[in-house]
């Protein structure tokens, strides 16, 4: 097992090396929510709810980092002004709250994003989000307990092995918690994209979503959904699993498994609105070649029903070519 601060060290490196592909897919998710092919959106086009928790997610993240960078100082310091050993010694108790904090609220806001996908998937239907509301608000009642407990030892050198046993057993199940959310919104969101799909585009005509491919029908656009949806729900949770494995273990490497996490977040988040907005582009500048009549449009009526009508296809006024809106209102949703 690596002592405290090596695997301290370690963590920060990991941390480190997350944060500069972490800047990339920010660059580019700016990009996807600020611009289309075409030009800049308009007000009324950008999706604000995802540049706050984009935004967020950035900021947090920073901080975090930043922290660490600091407890790694303040390690070093401690080494150089004493004699004493360094090998159990996580910095100032200040800090860890700190950087604890961050990591929670990061994990909050991408939870919470989440469980609003899946409401607004539903048409805004409360009774699909409840168990994600619960898990959400018992994270947070979670969080404020353990912040609330080390403020409350924040002066003292020795709060106990009982208590950090229960604080230990908190954190545990705080991530169990959110693996156990993303499970369920990202399938429900997905089961969700299966039905409109199979509503959206009759058999005969299109490809069912499902294993086995029919060479004699086209694919659909929402199958590449679900592959976006399911990709970044994937990398969020194999993290966090392996951050609850590090609990379990009572091991140093939870300095490193938490620190991976703190931004792999982000850059699940900031893949599905890069790969759903490259999709939509895509689509706006590609003709419809198989549809021989008027594509249905799905929408999401203020009275939680969903409709399903016949109209005719839009027209994009630029590239001259029609623009199936089932899959653009679909992936606007997801965004």
């Not at 007000?43 to 901080?63: D, K, M, P, Q, R």
């Not at 594509?295 to 016949?310: K, T």
Request: proline share 2%; glycine share 4%.
């Amino acid at each position: 097992m690596l002592q405290s601060d090596t695997a301290q060290l370690v963590g920060l490196f990991v941390e480190s090396i997350f944060y500069g592909i972490y800047l990339v897919t920010f660059g580019y998710c700016l990009q996807a929510l600020f611009r289309k092919p075409y030009g800049w959106k308009h007000s009324s086009e950008i999706n604000f709810a995802s540049v706050f928790v984009a935004l967020s997610l950035f900021f947090v993240g920073t901080i975090n980092l930043a922290l660490a960078f600091y407890r790694i100082q303040d390690v070093q310091q401690f080494a150089f002004n004493t004699t004493a050993s360094v090998a159990e010694y996580v910095g100032q108790p200040w800090v860890n709250i700190v950087k604890e904090a961050t990591m929670n609220f990061q994990v909050l806001i991408a939870d919470g994003a989440l469980t609003y996908r899946c409401w607004e998937v539903y048409g805004r239907r409360w009774k699909f989000v409840l168990l994600p509301i619960v898990l959400w608000l018992g994270a947070l009642a979670d969080t404020v307990c353990v912040l609330w407990a080390n403020s409350r030892f924040l002066h003292s050198s020795d709060i106990g092995s009982n208590l950090q046993h229960l604080m230990g057993l908190t954190w545990t199940i705080f991530w169990v918690t959110t693996i156990v959310l993303n499970v369920y919104a990202t399938g429900m969101i997905v089961i969700r994209i299966c039905r409109v799909n199979n509503i959206n585009c009759p058999s005969a005509h299109c490809e069912s979503i499902g294993f086995e491919r029919h060479a004699n029908k086209k694919p659909t656009k929402f199958k590449e959904v679900i592959r976006i949806v399911i990709d970044s729900g994937l990398i969020y949770t194999t993290t966090s699993l392996v951050v609850v494995i590090s609990l379990v273990t009572a091991s140093t490497s939870y300095f490193i498994t938490t620190s991976a996490d703190m931004i792999v977040i982000g850059i699940a988040f900031n893949l599905i609105n890069i790969r759903v907005a490259k999709a939509r582009a895509r689509d706006a500048i590609t003709p419809s070649v198989t549809e021989t009549k008027a594509p249905a449009i799905l929408e999401f009526n203020h009275d939680l029903s969903l409709a399903v009508h016949q109209s005719q296809p839009s027209v994009n006024s630029l590239s001259g070519v029609h623009v199936e809106m089932s899959d653009t209102h679909l992936a606007k949703t997801i965004v």
